[in-house]
T-cell receptor
Framework: EDKVVQSPLSLVVHEGDTVTLNCSYE??????LLWYKQEKKAPTFLFML????IEKKSGRLSSILDKKELSSILNITATQTGDSAIYLC??????????FGKGITLSVRP | DVKVTQSSRYLVKRTGEKVFLECVQD?????MFWYRQDPGLGLRLIYF???????EKGDIPEGYSVSREKKERFSLILESASTNQTSMYLC?????????????FGPGTRLTVT
């Protein structure tokens, strides 16, 4: 059975801090790892990572995949209150099916 | 822009009622998915479909069924709603072609069964 584990499950930081969110996966016929951000509505897509060691970047957010360690990290620098959300990691394996982790709840205090 | 819509944002039903949740996407996507999301449990896949009239069980199909009669529409059915099916239900769609595995989500339906 495919499994995706995220850590920590929740964290609280202050504006301006840098955070690192972790994701590890055990996914049969692994193809890609995806990160989503979820505020009080549907998840919105952040990154898709297919190749190991290549960082993807969007503004203050960046992410990288390590296929050897079966893991990925999502970094957020200079955090803002608008970064408060649940961050979901999902592994894409066989049959076009995504397996999601439980999510990391990030709270950014002013 | 891909648009995935769900028939209701909030729904309250009684135990034993039959419940239909509808999802429509406008991007001609082959794949459609139904998830439920509960605190501390994350998103869990209920059913998915690769094509019209095709369906596959996800991780928690018990108590649910689905229907996909048209490519753009994927319905989730609770034959006899129970209180443990109170949850947020999210529909998603994705394309098979081009190596894009991104799923686009609808706004969700918060279902309460009393």
């Amino acid at each position: 059975e495919d499994k995706v584990v995220q850590s920590p499950l929740s964290l609280v930081v202050h504006e301006g801090d840098t955070v690192t969110l972790n994701c590890s996966y055990e996914v049969t016929n692994f193809r890609s790892l995806l990160w989503y951000k979820q505020e009080k509505k549907a998840p919105t897509f952040l990154f898709m990572l297919t190749s190991s060691g290549i960082e993807k970047k969007s503004g203050r957010l960046s992410s990288i995949l390590d296929k050897k360690e079966l893991s990925s990290i999502l970094n957020i620098t200079a955090t803002q209150t608008g970064d408060s959300a649940i961050y979901l990691c999902a592994g894409w394996g066989a049959n076009s099916k995504l397996t999601f982790g439980k999510g990391i709840t990030l709270s950014v205090r002013p | 822009d891909v648009k995935v819509t769900q028939s209701s944002r909030y729904l309250v039903k009684r135990t034993g009622e039959k419940v239909f949740l509808e999802c429509v996407q406008d991007m001609d996507h082959e794949n459609m998915f139904w998830y439920r999301q509960d605190p501390g449990l994350g998103l869990r896949l209920i059913y998915f479909s690769y094509d019209v009239k095709m369906k596959e069980k996800g991780d928690i199909p018990e108590g649910y069924s689905v229907s996909r009669e048209k490519k753009e529409r994927f319905s989730l059915i609770l034959e006899s709603a129970s209180t443990n099916q109170t949850s947020m239900y999210l529909c998603a769609s994705s394309s098979t072609g081009g190596g894009s595995y991104e799923q686009y989500f609808g706004p969700g339906t918060r279902l309460t069964v009393t």
